[in-house]
């Protein structure tokens, strides 16, 4: 069972970034309520209490009401991480006349698409802060090989890489170690992301370590020195503390790129 056992039909009324995050809130909700665990228990219901938390300031009417009743009466204190700051919608923020690496950048409609070539690039204008989740809705257009999504903390910056093919389908940080994302020991294998579906990507950076899900299930926990990430040689770009896109042998549809200060 995935976290966000959605209903297909509410998946394509996702709209707003208000209704997608409380989407995302709910699952946990779900997932939280058959969890046996007390210590798990306790970290899904938070989590879900910081999307609640990012959507209130943005939503209006009956689904303000809704998020204010869902976050009425809960300590903060209960808390793993508390938002330090509202959501942050990164498609806008985006211009392809400047923020393009490499490749070839489209837009559709509101939605970012980055055609295959010679490893795409594409930069996204913001300089996150040390501890943060970053939420994508991605869909695989066509192709079948590797995207990613390049991270930064402080002065480190790394690539989080989906399907790469170098060794057979594997996904993994690029680079740990010096060692690619096939290669290091936070490499999953098996293909992961079909093409035409969307699918949610949630990368949380914190002080300690990171954690990478796919739909709602864990594919990376990992903790340690963040000075042994860096960016591999071909995914490298100008700016070393920017969030990035890539891809090579993939073309990607981003539909939102939202980021969480915690």
């Known amino acids: 069972e995935g976290l966000l056992e ?3 039909d509410r998946r394509r009324d996702l709209g707003p970034l208000e209704l997608h995050l409380v989407a995302l809130a709910e699952g946990w909700e779900g997932l939280a309520s058959k969890e046996k665990s007390p210590l798990r228990k306790g970290q899904m219901t938070a989590h879900a209490r910081e999307l609640y938390q990012a959507a209130l ?13 869902k976050l009425e ?18 498609l806008p923020l ?18 970012v698409v980055g055609a295959t ?24 257009v066509t192709g079948e090989s590797t995207f990613g999504f390049g991270l930064s903390r402080g002065t480190a910056q790394w690539a989080v890489l989906f399907d790469t093919i170098a060794a057979g389908y594997q996904t993994g940080l690029d680079t740990l170690d010096g060692k690619s994302a096939w290669e290091n020991e936070t490499s999953v294998k098996g293909r992961l992301v079909p093409s035409g579906k969307a699918m949610t990507y949630e990368l949380r950076v914190r002080r300690t370590g990171l954690s990478i899900l ?6 990376i926990e990992w903790q340690g020195d963040y000075n042994r990430l860096t960016v591999g040689q071909r ?15 993939a073309e990607m549809k981003y539909s939102k790129i939202m980021l969480i200060p915690i």
């Open 57 to 69: 300031p943005g939503a209006t009417g009956l689904l303000r009401a809704k998020i204010a009743k």
């Open 117 to 140: 070539g010679d490893r795409p690039r594409l930069l996204i204008p913001y300089n996150p802060p040390e501890e943060y989740d970053l939420s994508v809705v991605a869909e695989r």
């Open 94 to 111: 985006i211009d392809l006349k400047k923020d393009i690496v490499s490749g070839n950048w489209r837009l559709d409609g509101k939605a």
């Open 235 to 249: 995914w490298t770009v100008p700016d070393k503390k920017a969030l990035f896109l890539c891809a090579n042998g």
């Open 214 to 219: 796919l739909d709602g299930k864990s594919l």
């Open 6 to 8: 959605l209903r297909a």
């Open 73 to 90: 009466g809960e300590a903060p204190a209960k808390l793993a991480s508390p938002v330090k700051g509202p959501a942050v919608d990164l």
